[in-house]
């Protein structure tokens, strides 16, 4: 598919214990497909939170985010899934892979129980030669170093070829080398296979290495390297 992302309006708050916290305020925001784009901004600005919403993960309280045209804050859940499935690859810091499979189930693990045109162990084997892991195919997690275990992460979210690349921190537990390395196996999907890539990060080096960067701030956007005005409520 591959089209843009619109937010408009859009807002989140927790609710606990009686107490409600808002966490996103009036977001109004255009991300182009196929860019690189970054968020930077302290720990508790909301980054997280936004990429699970644009990642329907979680709803907004209020607001509609648009990929293309199609409304996500309108599906149901199966419609969700689907739509999560075909355009978007997740990469988080913390790796999630599943400690007793191999790389290369792991790979494959989006692809259970999913029927595709293509063959899934070809795929998921190919992925892994492209991330530097052909010698890795049948190690377990444990037996990988974090930089490892976040380009099988990477493999991973690529398995069905996403329109969307959605990375929260990925070189946030990884030492600067492997930081580089991850973050340039990134740059190429963008540049390479056009995916676009929204990126969050606390590395203002490697943010702004990106076609655009946005600061957010205690849940605003505080500034837009392309210049679109921040709103304040
Ligand atoms: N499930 C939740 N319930 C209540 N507050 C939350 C929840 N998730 C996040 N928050 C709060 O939202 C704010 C933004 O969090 P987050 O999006 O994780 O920020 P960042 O990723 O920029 O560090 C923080 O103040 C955090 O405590
Ligand atoms: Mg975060």
Redesign the pocket.
Known sequence: MNQSIQLKNVQKQ?T?DGII?P?LHHLNLTIEKKKFTSIV??????????LSLIGTLDQPTAGEILYGDQDITKMNAKQLANFRFEEIGFIFQQFYLLPTLTALENVMAPLFSRSVSFAKKERAIQLLEQVGLANKLHALPSQLSGGQQQRVAIARALVNEPSWILA?EPTGNLDTENGKIVFELIQQLNKVKGCSVLF?THDLSLAAEADRVIE?KD?YIIRDSQGEVPCFA
């Open positions: 927790f606990g916290t966490v901004g302290p720990s508790g600005s909301g980054k997280s939170t936004l929260d969050v957010m849940g």
